[in-house]
């Protein structure tokens, strides 16, 4: 008889859930070893919390657009009633309800597949061992013919800027908060920065954006990031740019948040979003053999392999590209790669990714950016949605749609989607890059009249070469 592979997974976020499915698939024993809840901090504390209060905000900007659409409100005795207001308390606690029955659906499946979950803290023994702390006291050690480490990544704070948990507040932080804050500052003007700006505007509140660099979102498209910011400044958000920040600090209900320059601003409440630093520490890969980069993130290759022999990493671990798609594609890869299934190696020019901020904004392959730095020759269309009929019908009047292909063969190699719902958006376009059609193959399919993919088949179109 063939032995069974004996697989160990550190860490249950999507890295290591979604790697667990395809072990366990492919006929091995699997354990997987989480410390705070099985769908990590993407279910619990990241990606679902956010875009389950972002959903709330898109209500809320609907409704605050409704005029336009002809839609007025009344209250009973039929005055039109001017304020929508959120309850936050209950969208906190339906965010927070919502992500613990998405863990426990996510350990019910892994359960289904036979995955043993262990709850407790996980280190490595050697590249071939896991030792366990576990939750309810104790110690396991765990055996395995091979390791995958996808411990996932914490919020970034500052000796300056420490979070108290009530008004100086990380990511994670913000579903405790039961009354509305009257005023905001966010911290940062990365993705997370701009989403929770962005949805906690469209909630009713004052909000200032702390930004660093001289545009938000400097990491994305600079055309995608300069509507975003016309939009935000005109729903009234207050943007400072190139303002680092030196200190948050607190004196009871206020929160100030100092300037490098000097200048203060004062607001109820502050959210951090100063990026992420990796869970490597105390994880025994130093004795293990596995190497980490300048600041921590474990290095691997395009199969997720790492510097020791059967030891693999997924994930925000590696901050190859800090996704819930991306940490479950490396996760599949290792599992693929280690138990010997067909696979191929990840590859970042196919991610495709979205800020849900009002508008969203949708990416795939390659950017404008290395398309001016001329690391890809490339034609380029972008093309408006305010000419869109059903943009047009839906009183959508800013984002666009842009699409990059090949000069002589018309591929196409990337994408950007601004507007509502871009996510969805996408995908068209990110089909198009994954299996190399041509603008012409993608203006050829047909799309619905009216529609916003409309746009998409149109700006392909118009990369059309005779
Ligand atoms: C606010 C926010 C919103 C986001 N929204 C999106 C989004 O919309 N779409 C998207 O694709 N990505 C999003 N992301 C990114 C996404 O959340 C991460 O990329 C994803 O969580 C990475 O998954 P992971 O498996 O590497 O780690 P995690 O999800 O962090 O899971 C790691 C797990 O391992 C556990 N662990 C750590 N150390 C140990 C140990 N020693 N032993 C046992 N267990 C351990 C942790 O407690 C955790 O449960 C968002 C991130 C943030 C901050």
């Known amino acids: 008889m063939v032995p069974t592979n004996r697989v160990v997974i550190v860490g249950g976020g999507p890295g290591g859930y979604e790697a667990a499915h395809v072990a366990a698939q492919l006929g091995a024993q699997v354990t997987v070893v989480d410390s705070d809840g099985i769908g990590g901090s993407a279910v619990i504390t990241d990606c679902v919390p956010s875009k389950t209060l972002i959903a709330t905000a898109e209500v809320m900007t609907e409704v605050t657009d409704a ?19 959120v309850d936050l308390a209950r969208v906190n606690a339906r965010v927070k309800a919502l992500a613990a029955e998405q863990s426990a659906d996510i350990q019910r499946r892994l359960e289904r597949d036979g995955v043993r979950v262990v709850h407790g803290r996980g280190r490595l023994a050697g590249p ?20 995958l480490l996808a411990t996932g990544a914490a919020p970034r704070t500052l000796p300056t800027a420490q979070p108290d948990g009530e008004r100086i507040l990380t990511w994670e932080q913000v579903y405790d908060l039961t009354e509305v804050p009257t005023s905001l500052v966010v911290v940062g003007s990365g993705v997370t920065g701009a989403e929770f700006a962005s949805a906690y505007l469209a909630l009713g509140i004052p909000v200032t954006l702390v930004s660093s660099r001289d545009r938000v979102l400097p990491g994305e498209d ?49 959210v951090l979003a100063l990026g992420s630093v990796p869970k490597t520490e105390d994880l025994g890969l130093a004795e293990a053999g596995v190497l980490v980069d300048e600041g921590g993130f474990i290095r691997v290759d395009r199969v997720s392999r790492t510097s020791a022999r059967g030891v693999y ?21 290792a599992m693929w790669h280690f138990l010997g299934d067909a696979v191929a190696p990840l590859d970042l020019k196919q991610v495709s990714s ?71 958006l996408i995908h068209p376009v990110s089909l198009a890059v994954a299996q ?19 746009s998409i088949a149109e700006a392909a179109r118009r990369l059309h070469r005779v």
Request: glycine share 10%.
């Open 354 to 424: 979205n800020v849900f901020t009002a508008p969203e904004i949708a990416t795939v392959g390659w950017s404008q950016q290395a398309v001016d730095n001329q690391e890809i020759e490339a034609e380029v269309v972008m093309l408006p949605l305010a000419g869109n009929a059903r943009a047009k019908m839906q009183g959508v009047k800013d984002g666009f749609v842009k699409l990059f292909c090949r000069p002589g063969t018309g591929i196409v190699v990337g994408g950007v989607v601004v507007g509502p719902r871009a996510s969805e």
């Open 128 to 147: 071939q061992q896991v030792v366990v702390q576990l939750a309810g006291g104790g110690e396991e050690v765990l055996d395995a013919d091979a390791v």
């Open 313 to 333: 990493a997924a994930g925000d671990c590696t901050g190859v590209l800090m996704l819930a798609s991306v940490a479950a594609m490396q996760g599949r890869i």
């Open 222 to 270: 600079a055309d995608a990031s300069a509507v975003l910011e016309q939009v935000a400044v005109r729903r009234g958000m207050n943007v400072l740019s190139k303002s680092r920040m030196e200190s948050v600090t607190r004196d009871g209900d206020v929160v100030t948040v100092t300037l490098t320059d000097g200048r203060t601003v004062e607001a109820s409440h502050c």
């Open 67 to 85: 005029a336009e659409l002809g839609v007025s409100f009344r209250d009973a005795e039929g005055d039109s009633a001017a304020t929508v207001v």
């Open 436 to 454: 190399s059609l041509t603008a012409d193959q993608l203006a050829a399919a047909f799309t619905v009249y009216p529609s916003m993919s409309g």
